[in-house]
């Protein structure tokens, strides 16, 4: 099976990167080209993916073709290629936000078995996040051989078209809002006497582990913040901290501004 992408940005290399890392797929099985050849030459020395002369002739020559460029390029390239999709052989993956797969049908065909995704940068170290929607023309096998492309670098989610933004927000940009709350953690404690190094380890390690708590528990994280809370111990003390500075509000009003930006795009 032959994956091609066009377009070689950061979602694209960690895509790339997290499906060479599970050695299910050759090197020489993904093909790649885009708009400048510095960029994907420069990739194709790195991983050993082959390097492709056109956006038509990855098109022509994969099984999977990745469409992993921006939005505003997103239809000359579409049109570019059009003619080498065939329905038959050829599944589209569009990895472009805010690209609905009715304008995908419009601009590719609308015979051709096509899945709209969402993943996150996690997914470059097995970690990933996807959300998947189909259109009617990809079942069966096909539709099990593209979505299992994005279950080997993390877990998949299907959700209707209109629950993309707010995926986006919760797995796309929430990994920023994570890491700010580990430094800010890590800040937390050098106050106290730490080196910066130590606790950002000893808080990353933490926020690790509990994310495969809830993940691996029967309990919802209610639950589990009263398993390691006692009664008037340090950990209400702190909760009830956050909470009176309005932690939890925080979260939420983040995530909606976030939804508004991408439901405005």
């Not at 080498?84 to 304008?103: F, H």
């Not at 702190?238 to 939890?248: S, T, V």
């Amino acid at each position: 099976m032959k994956i091609g992408f066009i377009g070689v940005g950061g979602m694209a290399q960690a895509i790339i990167t997290g499906l060479l890392k599970q050695t299910k797929i050759a090197p020489a099985d993904i093909l790649i080209h885009s708009a400048h050849a510095s960029t994907y030459e420069k990739v194709a020395q790195q991983t050993g993916v082959t390097a492709m002369t056109s956006n038509s002739e990855v098109a022509q020559h994969s099984d999977i073709v990745v469409l992993a460029v921006t939005p505003n390029v997103a239809v000359p390239v579409l049109k570019e290629i059009r003619e080498q999709l065939d329905p038959k052989q050829t599944i589209l993956v569009s990895i472009v936000a805010g690209l609905s797969l009715e304008r995908l049908e419009e601009l590719a065909g609308y015979d051709l078995p096509i899945l709209r995704t969402l993943p996150n940068l996690n997914v470059a170290i097995g970690a990933g996040m996807t959300a998947v929607h189909a259109n009617e023309n990809l079942t069966g096998q096909a539709k099990e051989q593209a979505i299992s492309l994005f279950d080997q670098i993390g877990s998949t989610v299907t959700l209707p078209e209109t629950d993309f933004a707010t995926f986006s927000a919760l797995a796309g940009s929430s990994p920023a809002y994570v890491y700010f709350f580990i430094d800010s953690l890590s800040r937390a404690g050098v106050k106290h006497g730490l080196t910066k190094a130590a606790a950002t380890k000893i808080a990353a390690q933490a926020v690790m582990g509990s994310a495969e708590m809830v993940l691996n528990s029967t309990e919802n994280p209610f639950g589990l913040i009263d398993q390691v809370s006692s009664p008037g111990g340090s950990t209400v003390a702190g909760l009830l901290a956050m909470e009176e500075a309005g932690f939890m509000t925080s979260v939420v009003k983040g995530i909606d501004a976030t939804i508004n930006r991408n439901n405005a795009e």
